[in-house]
């Protein structure tokens, strides 16, 4: 078990295109959350999944993000119409049912110019 | 939302010293844990402690949930652990509310 993985590390998008963001959770948890973190601020929630059903949605979630977890293995997180305002670290996690059991990826960090 | 306070914002230590990390919280929560951020950007869970006294090594952690705090103590400090310690809360059973961190530096 190689932990949770993220793909890209880094991505730099110009200003109005859209980016995708892959998360691989460790493969015997069910639940999947994505998180938000910009420059000198702690982690913000913004949604997850029990296996491939999304259950909560933080309004942080603007209606130009979308997540996804078919089959409820693997996770996209979907920008459309990329602002500055999104840059940031993206942040995937997962868990076994219970929450004190997360473990959080190395990240993605987006710059939008 | 729960609210989460971490102090000191920062810290800076010289080896071997020790130090002592807050984190207050607005409500009651049934989860709290404690996370170190290297600076590659990799949080890693370092305590889950909802009440209780936990250590781990160098590191330990208090949590007095009664009065909305929990500590975390690292005691003779090595440029290791350096980086930002978060404590995050939770009052349900899958999301985290995070404070601001705390960013220790440890020089040699």
């Known amino acids: 078990d190689t932990g949770v993985s993220q793909d890209p590390r880094h991505k730099i998008t110009k200003r109005g295109q859209n980016v995708t963001f892959r998360c691989d959770p460790i493969s015997e948890h069910n639940r999947l959350y994505w998180y938000r973190q910009t420059l000198g601020q702690g982690p913000e929630f913004l949604t997850y999944?029990?296996?491939?059903?999304?259950?909560?949605k933080s309004r942080l979630l603007s209606d130009r993000f979308s997540a996804e977890r078919p089959k409820g293995s693997f996770s996209t997180l979907e920008i459309q119409r990329t602002e500055q305002g999104d840059s940031a670290m993206y942040l995937c996690?997962?868990?076994?049912?219970?929450?004190?059991?997360?473990?959080f990826g190395s990240g993605t960090r987006l710059t939008v110019v | 939302g729960i609210q989460v306070e971490q102090s000191p914002p920062d810290l800076i230590l010289q080896e071997g010293a020790n130090s002592t990390l807050r984190c207050n919280f607005s409500?009651?929560?049934?989860?709290l844990q404690w996370f170190h951020q290297n600076p590659w950007g990799q949080l890693i869970n370092l305590f889950y402690i909802p009440s209780g006294t936990k250590q781990n090594g160098r590191l330990s952690a208090t949590t007095v949930a009664t009065e909305r705090y929990s500590l975390l103590y690292i005691s003779s400090s090595q440029t290791t652990d350096s980086g930002v310690y978060f404590c995050?809360?939770?009052?349900?059973?899958?999301?985290?509310?995070f404070g601001a961190g705390t960013t220790v530096t440890v020089r040699a």
């Open positions: 999944f029990q296996n491939e059903a999304q259950l909560e």
């Open positions: 995050a809360v939770s009052s349900n059973d899958y999301k985290l509310s």
């Open positions: 409500d009651s929560v049934n989860n």
């Open positions: 996690a997962s868990s076994p049912v219970a929450v004190y059991g997360y473990t």
